[in-house]
């Protein structure tokens, strides 16, 4: 823990000047564009500002269908049938030669479309369908998140490495299905969280915690636990900062880190168990030591009989998977990749490691007060913490759409729908990604299964 | 329970009658109860609703491939037994209660068909005929599995669905001629069912048994018996469940020998 705390200060301070001077600069152009892109486009900011429908969920216009004619009917034969269908409105789509039909006030699009389609002259008519964008949260700093979505941008401000496209963790796709619910506690158990963050402030369920200074207001002295949290569950789609992997899902804070990042068992220990008692579905573990103990083991398996699934970083120093990510019966112990959905080398491999994720150049919240005053309170930090974070974040969205499933169901859900991205060294699981990156749109859409039988009696 | 045992005694009834009657048959004459032997052919595309609140739509598409042993116990009034084979197709349901959400795309579900039909005469004026119908049939379909795709593990979906289907109605018929009897029919026309998906992914296993029911309970037919040579008459019918958001349809052909 110690690398990624001294990698986010080197990152933050190094980013900071960066990155403030950098969004100064284009912050100006950046909210021109959107105002243009408001302006040109209503359609797509009215779908970001509301959610989108699912899949399933179809709609069209109801007062215009789309009919094409028989390439063979002559124009005044085509004018004729709009006259007797009373149809005075009407628009030809070029080159395809699609008639978009406006419907007559005594009829309805059902009527058009049966009539129509009983003509002779028609070769076909239907609805005017509406076509939905995909889910892509209008947070400003969104385009840094390459670990949910990684179009091979820049991962950071100018001069920083670009993305490969597709290295991510399907986050766009996912959240067509779900952005989790705001029953669906999750707890972060660390150095607490910035209460006053302005892309958490919203999200956090009460003061939480704090197991280091014995009260019940977990506020984070030291940075990790709101950057934590920001990946996990930021306001989302409020036109401000980053994104949380679990959008609509409410964040508990439990202060077991110190100032400098450090904490006894015992208070992590009383932290998940608190933590638990408190009904909360995940508890995210972005922390570890070098050294089992039972009592640590006996708090996340606690944890794991109460169906409460624990995400547990793997460790930053290249060495063995830390406790309690070692607890391999009741942990996701996680692992890191980068941007282009490599194993990043201080990631600590071991046979306990369930998946990996993101977990490099990860841009999240930092508490208000770490930067000086005028500085946006986003910054950039590297460690397999980071990875765990949003590890947490998908098993919240698991847990929001079946609230039924078992802390272990929902461990091999994010376990088999991993992408084994370093399947042509390491096939199958492996020590460095066990079953590979993690998958938000295979743990979370359905599958579609098509008729390929499996032959029982191949061999 | 008391729904399945209803439904089990009419299908043992009606699939037990001519058996019952066989003395009767043998000890009476030809010349007024005959034996058909029939066989069907029908299509139906109906809308069924299910998912956990009973709100989700798709439609259910299914052939029928029928062999129809008919007894006629007196002029207009018969009945059969029903006997063969589906394919019944129910793409698009989803399967969301298992670990891993399922969506259906495996195309026609093979599986045995069986029931019953009566039909029994009412009133006869004229050239006009008017009967009542009922018919019931219960599809079982074989148990297929499938591979559950692009997973880092190997993953199976396990299927078994059923239907049952009770339609009965008036149908008014009329004599054009000797050879042709065109009919009109409305009937209340319900089917149920459920779809059991089973889920085995190393570790997971999870069943989800789904019910089904249809849409709408409805339909209009229209539809025709043509004699073409003696003893040997083709039906065909058309009918139409018109409640629906996109109308369902049916559409049976047939054919009759008689002994």
Known sequence: MKKTKLLSVVSLILSLVLLDSYISAFQGKQRKSISDFQENLRLSQTINQKSPPSQSKISYSNDHILVKFKSSIPDEYIKATMSSFQINEYKVIPRINVFKINVPENSSVQDMLYLMKQHQYVEYAEPDYVAYAMVTPNDNLFSYQYALYNSGQYIGPPGSPQGQSSADIKATLAWEETKGTVDTLIAIVDTGIDLLHPDLQSKIESGGRDFVNSDFEAIDDEGHGTFVAGIIAAETNNNEGIAGVAWNCNLLPVKVLDDIGEGYYSWIIEGIIWAVDEDVAVVNLSLGGAVPAYSLENAVQYAHQNDVVVAAAGGNDGGSVVYPAAYDNYCLAVSATDYNDLRVSWSNPGPEIDVAAPGEYIISTVPTWYFPPGSVPYGFASGTSFSTAHVSGLAALILSLKPWMTADEVMDVIRYSADDVNENIHPGKDDFIGYGRINMEKALVPIIIEKKEINETSE | ?259
């Not at chain 2, 299509?43 to 029928?64: H, K, P, V, Y």
């Not at chain 2, 007196?74 to 063969?84: N, R």
């Not at chain 2, 059923?162 to 009937?187: C, D, M, Q």
């Not at chain 2, 037919?221 to 083709?234: A, F, M, N, P, Q």
């Open chain 2, 1 to 259: 329970m008391a729904k399945k045992r209803f439904l089990s005694a009419i299908i043992v009834f009606l699939m037990a009658w001519p058996l019952l009657s066989a003395d009767q048959f043998f000890k009476g004459g030809f010349s007024t109860q005959q034996i058909k032997l029939g066989i069907e052919a029908e299509f139906f595309d109906r809308m069924i609703i299910w998912g956990e609140e009973q709100n989700e739509t798709s439609s259910l598409q299914s052939f029928l491939f029928l062999f129809k042993p008919s007894y006629k116990l007196m002029e207009g009034t018969s009945i059969s037994a029903v006997m063969g084979y589906s394919l019944s197709n129910f793409n698009d349901m989803i399967f969301k209660e298992l670990p891993f959400s399922l969506k259906l795309n495996t195309g026609n579900i093979d599986g045995l068909a069986f029931g019953g039909e009566a039909v029994i005469q009412i009133l006869k004026f004229s050239d006009f005929t008017l009967s009542a119908r009922g018919q019931f049939i219960y599809y079982l379909g074989f148990t297929e599995q499938w591979e559950i795709p692009d997973l880092a593990v190997e993953g199976t979906a396990i299927g078994n669905p059923n239907w049952a289907r009770l339609k009965a109605g008036p149908k008014i018929s009329f004599n054009v001629s000797e050879y042709l009897r065109p009919y009109l029919a409305a009937n209340y026309d319900i089917l149920w069912g459920k779809f059991k998906m089973d889920e085995q992914i190393e570790d997971i296993a999870k069943e989800q048994e789904m019910k089904i029911e249809a849409k709408s309970n409805l339909n209009f037919s229209v539809g025709t018996l043509y004699e073409i040579i003696d003893r040997l008459d083709l039906k065909a019918e058309l009918s139409l469940l018109p409640l629906e958001e996109q109308i369902g349809l049916s559409i049976v052909i047939g054919a009759n020998y008689s002994f």
